[in-house]
């Protein structure tokens, strides 16, 4: 019987296995994926979660792969074009990240397994084991493996959108909203870029961030209406819609696109009640927000860290572990909830400017504040 079977080995079950390793528990991470693999994400990394990269340990071998530093944004509203000024000398980190998937992950999935944890790729979940409303374990194989049932004090899902552990547990969503937005991207090599530029025009946006290999992810996003229509022709349409912002369709000319597109309308918003008996929910698993802000990596790495402290506490029994874990979903949401108001207010289409930016940059800098204040409070 292990302490944690964590379900999903990528953003949210990787760091969640290895904190809770380095903590002294014995800990099972499944995933039906192998590592290096890629998945669907624009992959940006806000310096509240390249903070905790740090914390953890991980941000050196990062960088060493050739993942670029992005100190610059650029802004653009229609004619206006403004760069906000970089974070504070004394913020906790200088500058955000976009790194690729088949980099970040593996880092991640290796230093779970160096803290410890016991790592099943190409494992697939067939069901949750329950005793009532009990989860108790997970059942599953290897591709071509007899199938096997391993039993834990806590199942936690960190395996996305479609959990199966959700799924199987049936939590309360509450604040609920429906897809905004649709968006489609691919990486460029040759395209010239100094930081992270987001553009706005009145019924399309375009996002660009430098990443490794010197390639941009460049991606266009449209109000969810208008999805199918664009699937039509992705490629025409992607091309108009970066027509539209001319300083990217000049840079484009002198581009070559490198991989396919990749693209989606599967963006639901929601938070959900992330624990219950025996289980826990994390990262895009326990609440999801559309990709307008690039809040999906942070905010994993955020409700790790959450998640891991109030486990520990409730299993060392400092805390009884449903009141530690209601302190986990409550900080959660205190953290969470402006941003995602504000995240759902850009992917809907309405007028996006300065204004609204500054609410994001204050809301930023309140999550930021409280990871930091948590920092002070639980040993690393």
């Given at each position: 019987?292990?302490?944690?079977?964590?379900?999903?080995?990528?953003?949210?079950?990787?760091?969640?296995?290895?904190?809770?390793?380095?903590?002294?528990?014995?800990?099972?991470?499944?995933?039906?994926?192998?590592?290096?693999?890629?998945i669907m994400s624009t992959?940006?990394?806000?310096?509240?979660?390249?903070?905790?990269?740090?914390?953890?340990?991980?941000?050196?071998?990062?960088?060493?792969?050739?993942?670029?530093?992005?100190?610059?944004?650029?802004?653009?509203?229609?004619?206006?074009?403004?760069?906000?000024?970089?974070?504070?000398?004394?913020?906790?980190?200088?500058?955000?990240?976009?790194?690729?998937?088949?980099?970040?992950?593996?880092?991640?999935?290796?230093?779970?397994?160096?803290?410890?944890?016991?790592?099943?790729?190409?494992?697939?979940?067939?069901?949750?084991?329950?005793?009532?409303?009990?989860?108790?374990?997970?059942?599953?194989?290897?591709?071509?493996?007899?199938?096997?049932?391993?039993?834990?004090?806590?199942?936690?899902?960190?395996?996305?959108?479609?959990?199966?552990?959700?799924?199987?547990?049936?939590?309360?969503?509450?604040?609920?909203?429906?897809?905004?937005?649709?968006?489609?991207?691919?990486y460029w090599s040759g395209?010239?870029?100094?930081?992270?530029?987001?553009?706005?025009?009145?019924?399309?946006?375009?996002?660009?961030?430098?990443?490794?290999?010197?390639?941009?992810?460049?991606?266009?996003?449209?109000?969810?209406?208008?999805?199918?229509?664009?699937?039509?022709?992705?490629?025409?349409?992607?091309?108009?819609?970066?027509?539209?912002?001319?300083?990217?369709?000049?840079?484009?000319?002198?581009?070559?696109?490198?991989?396919?597109?990749?693209?989606?309308?599967?963006?639901?918003?929601?938070?959900?009640?992330?624990?219950?008996?025996?289980?826990?929910?994390?990262?895009?698993?326990?609440?999801?927000?559309?990709?307008?802000?690039?809040?999906?990596?942070?905010?994993?790495?955020?409700?790790?860290?959450?998640?891991?402290?109030?486990?520990?506490?409730?299993?060392?029994?400092?805390?009884?572990?449903?009141?530690?874990?209601?302190?986990?979903?409550?900080?959660?949401?205190?953290?969470?909830?402006?941003?995602?108001?504000?995240?759902?207010?850009?992917?809907?289409?309405?007028?996006?400017?300065?204004?609204?930016?500054?609410?994001?940059?204050?809301?930023?800098?309140?999550?930021?504040?409280?990871?930091?204040?948590?920092?002070?409070?639980?040993?690393?």
């Amino acid at each position: 019987m292990y302490d944690a079977i964590v379900v999903g080995a990528r953003c949210a079950g990787s760091p969640t296995a290895m904190l809770l390793a380095r903590s002294g528990y014995n800990v099972l991470l499944v995933d039906k994926a192998t590592f290096p693999s890629d998945i669907m994400s624009t992959h940006y990394i806000h310096q509240p979660g390249v903070a905790m990269l740090k914390r953890w340990g991980v941000l050196d071998a990062l960088m060493a792969t050739g993942c670029p530093p992005i100190t610059n944004v650029t802004l653009s509203f229609g004619d206006v074009t403004i760069n906000p000024p970089p974070p504070p000398d004394d913020a906790p980190m200088q500058y955000a990240i976009c790194p690729r998937r088949t980099i970040l992950d593996k880092l991640l999935v290796d230093a779970a397994v160096d803290a410890g944890a016991e790592l099943r790729e190409g494992f697939s979940v067939r069901e949750v084991v329950m005793d009532g409303d009990r989860a108790t374990g997970v059942r599953g194989s290897v591709k071509g493996g007899d199938e096997v049932t391993e039993t834990a004090r806590i199942v936690i899902g960190a395996d996305g959108l479609h959990s199966k552990v959700a799924a199987a547990v049936q939590p309360k969503e509450y604040d609920t909203k429906p897809t905004l937005s649709f968006a489609y991207y691919a990486y460029w090599s040759g395209f010239d870029l100094d930081g992270a530029e987001l553009h706005f025009g009145e019924d399309a946006g375009a996002l660009v961030f430098p990443t490794h290999d010197g390639k941009a992810c460049i991606a266009t996003a449209g109000s969810t209406g208008g999805f199918h229509e664009f699937r039509k022709d992705v490629e025409t349409n992607y091309l108009a819609v970066l027509e539209k912002f001319p300083s990217i369709a000049e840079r484009l000319k002198g581009a070559k696109r490198e991989e396919r597109f990749i693209g989606t309308n599967d963006q639901p918003n929601y938070f959900r009640k992330p624990y219950g008996p025996g289980w826990a929910l994390v990262g895009d698993s326990g609440y999801h927000r559309d990709f307008a802000t690039g809040l999906g990596i942070t905010d994993a790495f955020r409700d790790v860290q959450l998640l891991a402290d109030a486990i520990d506490a409730g299993f060392s029994e400092r805390q009884p572990l449903d009141e530690a874990l209601a302190g986990y979903e409550q900080r959660r949401n205190e953290i969470a909830k402006p941003l995602y108001d504000i995240t759902c207010e850009i992917a809907s289409g309405n007028d996006v400017d300065l204004a609204m930016f500054m609410q994001f940059g204050a809301a930023m800098q309140a999550m930021q504040d409280m990871m930091v204040a948590a920092d002070a409070e639980v040993p690393a």
